[in-house]
């Protein structure tokens, strides 16, 4: 019969995890790369955010499947495959419930803070809407799977702190902006929903841990039970009235 140990256990759940999603976020890049192939066939412009128009409602749901160059698909290819695989990794139920408030969070910023009849698009709102949860979430459990996961992706996406406020020309931070703001009420909203992962002991705690094991097992072997545990072998034969029995008072002093 083969035994699993614990740790054998939840190292193959977390490299199932790991797989399931990477998995997912190449998906969704491909599914980008799909849509931007048949963009080169159709009149995509209605399919973008137009501030403050009934027309660029339609984008919330559209806009972020769009790119405008491929340097602009490839820049959010990288960002979608490591913020992606990141957070669903660390986070995978926190991560699916808050992709619906990223995404229409990056298209309500851009409908509502964008210049008039300018045209919004890509997906760089949803990646940072997933660089924002996994700094907010590192921030909130402190545990030691979401500090690795903030810290690493402040490591390589940390620029998205200041690309959220408007610095170069043609680039969307109204969306940058709403995705941002989604993630952190996301990270607000779903912070408890991924358990935390257990926590892997060091050598000098399983050592403390075994020596106050050994010590209790000593004091229960060698220490004596409690007065009432004793049992009376040796009861007093004396008649109820017998003078010894009783106590004398002491004569007062004069």
């Known amino acids: 019969m083969t035994v699993t140990s614990p740790r054998h256990i939840q190292r193959q759940a977390d490299r199932r995890r790991l797989q399931r999603a990477l998995t997912a976020s190449m998906a969704g890049v491909l599914l980008l790369w799909v849509c931007f192939v048949i963009q080169k066939s159709i ?10 128009t009934l027309e660029g409602l339609l984008g919330l749901f559209t806009a972020p499947l769009l790119h405008g160059s491929v340097a602009h698909i490839v820049a959010n290819t990288t960002s979608l495959l490591l913020l992606g695989t990141l957070a669903g990794t660390a986070y ?61 992706a402040f490591l390589f996406y940390g620029g998205m702190l200041m ?11 109204e969306s940058h902006l709403g995705g941002a703001l989604a993630g952190i009420v996301a990270a607000l909203l779903f912070r408890h929903v991924d358990p935390i992962l257990p926590r892997k002991k060091y050598s000098w705690e399983i050592e403390e841990e075994m020596q106050a094991q050994r010590a209790d097992s000593e004091r229960d072997t060698f220490e004596t039970h409690a007065p009432h545990d004793v049992p009376v072998l040796w009861h007093r034969n004396t008649p109820p009235n017998d003078e010894q029995s009783n106590v004398l008072p002491f004569r007062k002093r004069e």
């Open 92 to 152: 995978p139920k926190a991560t699916l419930r808050a992709l619906p408030l990223l995404w229409l969070g990056s298209g309500i910023g851009a409908w509502l803070l964008g210049a008039a009849n300018s045209h919004h698009l890509g997906a760089s709102g949803v990646t940072h809407g997933l660089g924002f949860l996994l700094f907010t979430l590192g921030l909130l459990r402190r545990d030691k799977a979401a500090l690795a996961a903030g810290m690493i």
């Open 43 to 52: 009149d995509w412009t209605p399919l973008t955010v137009t501030p403050r």
């Open 163 to 173: 690309s959220i406020l408007p610095r170069e020309p043609g680039v969307s931070w």
